[in-house]
């Protein structure tokens, strides 16, 4: 199924994006192309240096029906489902592929066979349409789209997803990462967890992740292992910790696992991005990654970054996960800076760190 | 005794410094001059977690400080450890920072590197790796090198944690006094082998390097920008 969005369905950016980017030469009207493959989802999305900037923004997400992202399933997947996305992109935005002036493409980081259906969908455009090609950084869009629509400037970020979890900051060229995960990522402790315990899937119900869901149920959390070193988080243990405890209670404690693992794993991705907030004297807190649309971690980071006199804010509910739209963004600004690669040395880069990357227009 | 009569237990003061976890206070503690290490609620933590977290950690750090004192190392004088306030009192230390003394008069310094060197083997003969030993976290008052602010200590440290203090150490040499890395590693591994050998230093240097070959390590990265972490 593909959804398709517009800026009558997410909004448009508050601010003008030549304040967040004054280093680039905007007179020019441009449209680029974005495509996300990186994970679950397979998005293309549309963005222009004219507002709304965000033109449209298609995306089919794989949902397997028992068990996580089998990695070849979700690229049969995009494959299958790549051509509708793309067409439905492209007749929001009400463009024809002969409008668009370059394809910008995520190589990375991701899971590799799904990464690879993206770059090759991307490259056969670039070659056979004659458009220049623009490699994007995953995270890095996800930062941007979220400077972009809440106006942060400069912000402090803590970026959750299925596979990241991390506090970045800009500093000197590049998004500097001084706090992620040593091992699980925040969303997939979750999906972890709620799969082994047979909460899931599906993961999301009316918006709200069956671990939340299920902690409604309690009135006190679990007593559950709290690691944070230094800037760090760690959440195997947690995970272990969660998921033998609730094999060990009955079906009427077993909410306060839930609501236990939830505290504990939230505390401490907002612990480190008060510690970043703190060290790097940032003046915002931007949230984003698909775990950004949790109510209750926004609420939480809400309260960090209200108690420390920081403004914060969140991309709409549509660009927290993963989507096309926020890689044209990026291919948008890498392409106006003259970052492109040649479709022959396009290839993917599952460990592609965002600390690895040049960010010259900022 | 006299100081015992001599006015309230405990004066709090003015803010001297807000960290992210912590704040420090301007105190007097039976009219000794004190600070006061607290450990404020955090509004984003359910109120049971954060409870328990404030007082393990603040528990943690007095244990650490007494550990330190046990091997052999100079630390604030505790006064007062309050886990149901989250509240550590200690001696307040008139005396100047060794990331200061560097800039100021490098002669002492490379004198309290040394002792610095003999107090972090006595720490790590101990178990207790420190887990911020920047300049910052070393206060020199006249003649005595003091190590503050034991609130990322632990007190099951093992080898690499020992080789992420020097590591540490090192970086902060080299982000905020790039003229004295050498003199001053050198003077700290002097005291080092004065306590623990010369066969100790040579295998706690083999990990240093590999910890710093990993190119990407952690806090090479942040503390690479942003200059120490926590300074009191």
Redesign the interface.
């Known amino acids: 199924m593909v959804s398709v969005a517009t800026p009558s369905s997410y909004g448009s950016p508050p601010v003008d994006p030549r304040v967040l980017y004054p280093r680039l030469d905007w007179s020019r009207e441009l449209y680029v192309l974005g495509i996300e493959s990186t994970a679950h989802t397979f998005g293309v999305g549309v963005a222009s240096t004219r507002p709304p900037y965000i033109l449209s923004s298609a995306r089919s997400v794989y949902r397997p029906e028992k068990g996580g992202i089998h990695p070849r399933e979700a690229a049969a997947h995009h494959a299958r489902v790549a051509p509708e996305v793309l067409r439905a992109a492209l007749d929001a935005a009400g463009l024809r592929i002969g409008d668009i002036d370059a394809v910008a493409v995520a190589l990375g980081p991701g899971l590799g066979p799904a990464l690879r259906v993206g770059a090759t969908v991307a490259r056969g455009l670039a070659a056979y349409f004659r458009k220049p090609l623009v490699p994007v950084n995953h995270a890095l869009a996800h930062v941007e789209i979220g400077r972009l629509y809440t106006g942060l400037v400069d912000p402090l970020v803590l970026y959750v997803s299925g596979g990241n979890t991390m506090v970045t900051a800009f500093a000197k060229g590049r998004y500097r990462v001084f706090g992620e995960t040593l091992d699980v990522a925040l969303g997939n402790l979750l999906d972890t967890f709620a799969r082994e315990a047979g909460l899931a899937p599906p993961y999301v119900v009316e918006g709200l992740h069956v671990v939340d869901r299920c902690a409604l149920e309690a009135d006190e959390p679990a007593d559950l292992p709290y690691t944070v070193k230094g800037m760090d988080v760690s959440y195997s243990g947690l995970l272990t910790a969660a998921l033998r405890l609730w094999r060990r209670l009955g079906p009427r404690e077993r909410p306060r696992v839930c609501l236990g693992l939830r505290e504990v794993a939230y505390s401490e991705a907002v612990e480190v991005a008060e510690r970043g907030a703190a060290h790097t004297g940032k003046p915002g807190v931007l949230l984003t990654g698909g775990v950004a649309a949790s109510p209750v971690l926004r609420e939480r980071v809400a309260a960090m970054a209200e108690a420390r006199g920081l403004p914060w804010g969140v991309p709409p509910l549509h660009l927290c996960g993963d989507n096309g739209a926020m890689i044209a963004w990026v291919g948008l600004l890498n392409y106006m800076a003259g970052i492109t690669v040649e479709p022959g040395e396009a290839v993917v880069k599952q460990r592609w760190r965002l600390d690895s990357v040049d960010v010259p227009w900022r | 005794m006299e100081a015992r009569l001599c006015g309230r237990a405990l004066e709090i003061g003015g803010l001297l410094y807000?960290?992210?976890?912590a704040e420090v206070y301007e105190a007097r503690w039976f009219c000794m001059p004190a600070v006061v290490k607290v450990r404020p609620p955090?509004?984003?933590?359910?109120p049971?977690?954060?409870e328990?977290?404030r007082t393990r950690r603040t528990v943690a750090e007095a244990r650490a400080m007494y550990a330190a004192l046990r091997a052999g190392v100079s630390v604030p004088a505790v006064y007062l450890v309050d886990p149901l306030e989250k509240i550590i009192v200690m001696e307040r230390l008139e005396g100047i920072s060794l990331a200061h003394l560097v800039e100021a008069d490098s002669g002492r310094a490379l004198e309290a590197a040394r002792r610095l060197g003999s107090m972090a083997a006595r720490l790590h003969a101990a178990g207790v790796a420190h887990?911020?030993l920047t300049t910052s976290n070393v206060v020199v008052v006249g003649d005595e090198v003091f190590l503050v602010d034991f609130g990322?200590a632990s007190l099951d440290a093992d080898e690499d944690d020992y080789a992420v203090d020097v590591h540490l150490f090192m970086r902060s040499l080299e982000s905020t006094h790039p003229d004295h890395v050498e003199d001053m590693l050198k003077s700290f591994l002097e005291g080092y082998r004065q306590v623990a050998g010369g066969d100790a230093v040579e295998n706690l240097m083999r990990r240093v390097e590999e910890i710093r070959l990993m190119g990407?390590y952690?806090?090479e990265?942040?503390r690479s920008?942003?200059g120490q972490?926590?300074q009191p």
Do not use: Q
């Not at chain 2, 955090?42 to 359910?46: A, N, V």
């Open positions: 807000r960290g992210a976890e955090k509004p984003y933590r359910h049971r977690i954060d328990l977290l887990g911020d990322l990407r952690r806090e990265r942040r920008v942003w972490v926590e």
